[in-house]
């Protein structure tokens, strides 16, 4: 059973607008999300976290929201870039366990 | 400090065969995971490794087995092997598990391609 759920396998955005990536999950015990982001060929790289007693996380351009009553996760970028279109994984952590979603691939139209 | 290194980076190998793949974690890292990645399906856990013990186990058949030696490298080997094993495998180390704000760095993956 998915415990962390991507229900959008894709976005588009144009450049300078903002791209919202969206991410729910069911375990009320996980006490750590993340956000990772892949190019093809590469392994996932470590983008932004936010620990389960906080409800923002702020770094550059991008944010992360968490929402633990709604179960919810989101990951603001703004202003989008170009160099910003690859595929997003959020996960989330219980214990150090990681659970992944399945990914959304962001498109940023120059 | 180098980062995740795993080995080959590809890989063609012919239906009912067997493969084994590497992972050398970051320095001081002792956690190591093992994920498949197929389109559609994210990242799918495989196991996770701690200090040569295997802690968690993930929904895979027992053709998928792996271990880890005492200076954390580890290798997954996957046996009778099958066409819908053709994925990217990838392996991500982290420095202490159980801490909550650890985060897991990944290696660059293995494209295994079954023919």
């Known amino acids: 059973d998915q415990q962390v759920k991507q229900n959008s396998p894709s976005l588009s955005v144009q450049e300078g607008r903002i791209s919202i990536l969206n991410c729910d999950y069911t375990?009320?015990?996980?006490?750590?999300f993340l956000w990772y982001k892949k190019y093809p060929a590469e392994g996932p790289t470590f983008l932004i976290s936010?620990?389960?007693?906080?409800d923002k996380n702020e770094d550059g351009r991008f944010t992360v929201f968490l929402n633990k009553s709604a179960k919810h996760l989101s990951l603001h970028i703004v202003p989008s870039q170009p160099g910003d279109s690859a595929v997003y994984f959020c996960?989330?952590?219980?214990?150090?366990?990681?659970?992944f979603g399945t990914g959304t691939s962001l498109t940023v139209i120059p | 400090k180098a980062g995740v290194t795993q080995t080959p980076r590809y890989l063609i190998k012919t239906r009912g065969q067997q493969v084994t793949l590497s992972c050398s974690p970051i320095s001081g890292h002792r956690s190591v995971s093992w994920y498949q990645q197929t389109p559609g399906q994210g990242l799918q856990f495989l196991f996770e490794y701690f200090s040569e013990t295997q802690r968690n186990k993930g929904n895979f058949p027992g053709r998928f087995s792996g271990r880890q030696f005492s200076n954390s490298r580890s290798e997954m080997n996957v046996s009778t092997l099958e066409l819908g094993d053709s994925a990217l495998y990838l392996c991500?180390?982290?420095?202490?598990?159980?801490?909550?704000?650890?985060?897991?760095?990944f290696g660059q993956g293995t494209r295994l391609t079954v023919v």
């Open positions: 991500a180390s982290s420095l202490v598990p159980e801490k909550t704000g650890t985060e897991a760095f």
């Open positions: 375990n009320s015990m996980f006490d750590y």
């Open positions: 936010i620990s389960s007693i906080k």
């Open positions: 996960a989330a952590s219980e214990g150090g366990q990681f659970y």
